[in-house]
C-alpha cells in the first residue's frame, strides 16, 4: 500500500467557485505557469505517484460558496485517480486547507478528532486541534494562548481487510515578519512565529505520546516548514519543530521516524535530501530545504516501510522520465514524499 503526503502550492487559485477547473491560459499563482499547465502537471503527478491515500497540504479553500472536497473529487474525477474521495477536517481561514484523496475501493477514513473542545481561555492538556492551547512560551510565569492557523487533520483509517491506524495530516508553518519598520522589528516578528511554531509542535507532540502511548499505530505526514539547520534561529530555541514532534528523547516505543529527518538530524554538513525547491529573487539562485515528512510509528516502523521523495534531479526514476520531471518542477514548489507499507493485516 502507498501513502503520500503532496504539497501543491496554492492549489485553490486552480478551482472556480464550483469546484470546477479553470484550465485556461491565465497565470496561477506560482510564478510563470498558466493555470492548464499547472493542473495538467499536477494531474501527471499524481497519476504517477497513485497513492491508496494521499495527504494533500494547500488543498482547496473550503468556505462559504466553497467547497474543499467538492472541487478535489472533481479533480480526481477528471484525472482518473483512483485516490478519488476526499475528506476534510476543520477548515480554516487561510485558503490552503489540509485534506485526505483515498480510494474507497481499499480503505475507508474519517475525521476523528481528539481532545476537548476549549472556550477562548484554552487548556494545557492537547486540545482539540480547532481549540486553544495554553503554554509558557518564554519563560515570563504567564500562560500564552496558541492557536492552529491551520489545525490538524486527524484521521480515523480503516484499511479494507488490514489494519486499523491513525494519520495526522499537518501543516506548520512560521509567518514572514511583514510589516517590520525595521531589523530589530523583523527579529522580534520572526522570533515571536518561530516560538509560536515551536507551541504547536508541542501540543501536537502531546496528541502523539498520548496515542502511542495507548498502543495504537499512527503516521503524521506534512509540510512542517521546519528542520534542523533550516533557520538562523534554531540554536536561540535548541530543537526544531520535527525534533519535538518526532519525540528523540524519549523512549523508542514512544518515537516517530523518518529516515530523511533522522538523517538530517546527524547531519551538521554535507549532502541531504530534499522536499522542497524555492527561487530566491535577491540572490538570484534556487535553494532546497527537507520540509515534507511522513513520520511512523515504532510498530510500522517495524514492518519494513520504504520511503521515497519524488524529487525530479535526486531521483532516478523521476529523472529518466522528462515528462515526470518537468511535471514536478511546473506543479509545485514542494514534491511528493511517499511510504509503501504493507497494511494489510
Known sequence: MRLATYNVEWFNALFDDGGGLLGDNEWSARHGVTRAEQ???VGIVLTAIDADAVMIIEAPDDSRGRSCVRALESFARQMGLRARKALLGFANDTQQEIALLY?????????DPLGEPTGKHGSADAPRFDGVFRIDLDIDATEDLVRFSKPPLEVALQVHGGMALRLIGVHLKSKAPHGAVDAADAMRIAIASRRKQLAQAVWLRKRVRAQLKG??????????????????????FGRSSVEIIMGRSEPKDLQLFDPNARAALGTRIGGLHTTARFYLSHRKRYMQALLDYIMVSHDLRARGPAWRIWHPFDDP????NPELSAALLTASDH???????DLTS
Open 317 to 320: 526514476g523521476c529523472w529518466g
Open 39 to 41: 493542473i495538467a502537471a
Open 335 to 341: 514534491f511528493p514524499v511517499t511510504l509503501d507499507i
Open 215 to 236: 498502543g495504537g499505530p499512527m503516521i503524521v505526514l506534512g509540510d512542517l516548514n521546519d528542520g534542523p539547520g533550516l533557520d538562523e534561529y534554531e540554536d536561540l
Open 103 to 111: 480510494d474507497p475501493d481499499v480503505m475507508s477514513a474519517a475525521h
